[in-house]
């Protein structure tokens, strides 16, 4: 039976329960709308060792800004905890902004460097400290031994992954690949804003980040030329493009010479609804 928690002194108190029992608690953070993605994430903190696994839920104001889509995020928790009970999620932490940020909070947490400044950090100023700010507040209340999140939002997970390193948090980090449809499109709670005709659309990317990789299989190793097979196929189909970068796939920071190993990121728009996607090339399957 999947138990919800909407108090952190309560979450907090539950999981110190399981420690003290010898367990291991998994954690995976979302912000609900939950799809398959989230849900193998669920199964990977089991394979990895956890006893327990909570499952956060929680629509960050501190990772929105001003003009983007905070207020018409997808809240669906009724469905979101109907899946977690059917896969055997065994807490839910479900709180209220006050609780999470009480009057008078002051505290938060950064990560600098290229790993934030590059990519979504140069489009969404402030984004990745609300990122951070918030999952090491969910560190800190779930004591988590094991934390998984997908690597469709490769930057957030580089950027944890660079704060958990930093400050020696006691938690294996686990990064999952991104989990698509049948035709590539990367999983996403952002996919239920599109129509008909803009899902179709949006299959550009996939096509793109496939085109990447047939030319790196054929020898292509220059970054530029990389991303410009990728972003042709987006300009032809998307309103708008934010970035379409070759990036070292660690740092993040922007290639100078060609690379085995490369991150190659999107982030476009169409109409009102804004996508990323991404693939590390000599290390992913194509989409």
């Known amino acids: 039976m999947t138990r919800v928690i909407h108090d952190p002194t309560a979450l907090q108190a539950e999981c110190e329960a399981v420690r003290r029992r010898g367990g291991r608690v998994g954690l995976v953070p979302t912000m609900g709308a939950l799809h398959d993605g989230h849900l193998a994430l669920v199964g990977e903190t089991r394979r990895r060792g956890a006893t327990f696994t909570a499952l956060t839920i929680f629509v960050n104001p501190l990772q929105f800004g001003p003009n983007e889509d905070f207020s018409r995020y997808p809240r669906t928790l009724p469905g979101d905890l109907r899946r977690c009970q059917e896969h055997g999620v065994n807490l839910v932490f479900a709180p209220e902004p006050k609780a999470m940020y009480p009057d ?33 507040k969910l560190f800190a209340l779930v004591g ?5 999140f997908g690597r ?3 930057q957030q ?5 660079k704060m958990v390193a930093d400050l020696h948090l006691p938690i294996e980090m686990h990064g999952m690949t991104t989990v698509r449809e049948p035709d ?15 899902r179709t659309k949006a299959l550009a990317i996939a096509r793109g980040l496939r085109a990447a990789h047939a030319a790196f299989g054929a020898g292509e190793r220059d970054g530029s030329a990389l991303a410009a097979i990728v972003r042709a196929e987006v300009e032809a189909a998307f309103d708008r493009i934010d970035y379409v970068a070759a990036a070292d796939a660690d740092t993040l920071a922007p290639l100078t010479g060609p690379a085995d190993r490369l991150l190659l990121a999107v982030a476009a728009h169409l109409g009102t609804t804004r996508l990323i996607d991404n693939t590390v090339l000599g290390e992913d399957a194509a989409p």
């Open 104 to 136: 008078g909070f002051a505290t938060g947490v950064s990560v600098k460097g290229s790993v934030t400044e590059a990519l979504e950090g140069a489009f969404r100023p402030g984004h990745f400290e609300g990122v951070t700010t918030v999952v090491a």
């Open 144 to 148: 988590p031994s094991i934390a998984a």
């Open 152 to 154: 469709k939002d490769y």
């Open 157 to 161: 997970w580089r950027v944890l992954s």
């Open 184 to 198: 590539g499109l990367a999983m996403s709670s952002r996919n239920r804003y599109l129509s008909p005709e803009q």
